[in-house]
């Protein structure tokens, strides 16, 4: 595992372009291309005023940036680096700013969400999309770049307009049977669109492209429902977070609950793995597992109960936003593995083996866990608790790997390139790209994992 030289950033915002050649950051209101095998710079654009957000195009061939506090959007060209778009949205204000799938269109949200505006690249036109809804997530594209479903909100109730992105000409349009709806998000394979209500209602709906309701699902009432929802690669499950620390998992076929993971503070199965991190030892080389390799399993003839505790967190119940519920869910991409965080356990990271339906493996950290994220090749897991630390998992064990260079280098995000073969480590000021030899297993000085740490 190797280390690029360390960058300056801004705002965490560095991504990989579509096709993987590219590596954009920012640096107040510089933007910074890098070809990403030899890290040089290839073009350097100034905008008019300290970058918020910046998105590729699908094709990698532009890449635009969002100043929101000016209302404007400037758009940059890799091939015809003298071209240049501006679009200015005025006294509307501007709030949220995305590409469409063709990477010719841009989406502009007015703020206090009056409107969308539709920019094309190609035509110079301009289109207008009412009554869009401010929630959690309320533009949803299909995989296949046909389709875009948007959440509205007219006469105080809640609907889905369905358009076809080729012409933005209306395909669907149907109310929800939500109270405040929170968030939609098609399944990959484009055929099944999910909606979810406001954390007061548990509700989770699921509708045809032509807007049919299939299904409807509720765990409970009365209670604080819906924190977060995932899709499976193959869109055969829905995972289901919830504010009373379960996942539940819905299979495509009956959309019915086929089993549901809980996580509690002590985890008794003897079959499942446990790594915990430990304090680091200053004679440890760099590079060398700072996770104690996991116990053989106890005999069958042991009398001895199999327990390990992890660190909870006591949520404050008078405030809002309290620190429990499943916060963050993600499937590998083979579907043989799902990922969870539990808010009142913020240290730790849930493996859940899909196929047999159990707990695989947990691994506790030392500082509560700020972002994780599957490898898009194989089942090998990154996470950063925004120490100098990168952590990955696979099958084969779990390793962890102190980030050179002078000061301290906190990671408090990280992202992968499409090819699982680096990723990008960001702080709060600079990044760093780590590279990964691609005929490396991880963690092979554990052999096969059996028990408890």
Known sequence: MNFSEVFKLSSLLCKFSPDGKYLASC?????????????QILQLYTCLDQI?????????????CAMYKRGLVQVWSLEQPEWHCRIDEGSAGLVASCWSPD?????????FHLRITVWSLCTKSVSYIKYPKACQQGIAFTRDGRYMALAERRDCKDHVSIFVCSDWQLLRHFDTETQDLAGIEWAPNG?????????????VLLYSLDGRLLSAYCAYEWSLGVKSVAWSPSSQFLAVGSYDGKVRI???VTWKMITEFGHPATVNNPK?????????????????????????????????????SLQTLKPIADRANPKIGVGALAFSPDNYFLAT???SVPNAVWIWDIQKLRLFVVLEQLSPVRSFQWDPQQPRLAIC???????????????????????????????????GDSMALLSKDHFCLCFLETEERVGTAFGRPGDHT
């Open 103 to 111: 990477g010719r269109h841009i989406l502009n949200t007015t703020e």
């Open 341 to 343: 965080r539990s808010d």
């Open 191 to 203: 055929c099944v669109l999910a909606v979810w209500d406001t954390c007061l209602e548990y509700k």
């Open 52 to 64: 918020q957000h910046i998105e590729w195009s699908a094709d990698s061939l532009f890449i635009l």
């Open 250 to 252: 819905l299979n495509h």
């Open 385 to 419: 608790t925004g120490g100098s630390k990168v952590y990955l998992w696979s099958p084969a064990g779990c390793l962890s790997v102190q980030v050179p260079g002078e000061g301290d280098f906190q990671v408090l995000s990280l992202c992968w390139h499409f090819s």
């Open 27 to 39: 640096v107040q209101y510089r933007l910074v291309i890098r070809d990403v095998n030899t890290l």
């Open 272 to 308: 499942t793995v446990v790594y915990k991190e430990a304090e680091k030892n200053p004679q440890l080389a760099l590079g060398r597992l700072a996770f104690p390799a996991p116990r053989a399993a106890a005999s069958p003839a042991s009398n001895t109960e199999s327990k390990f």
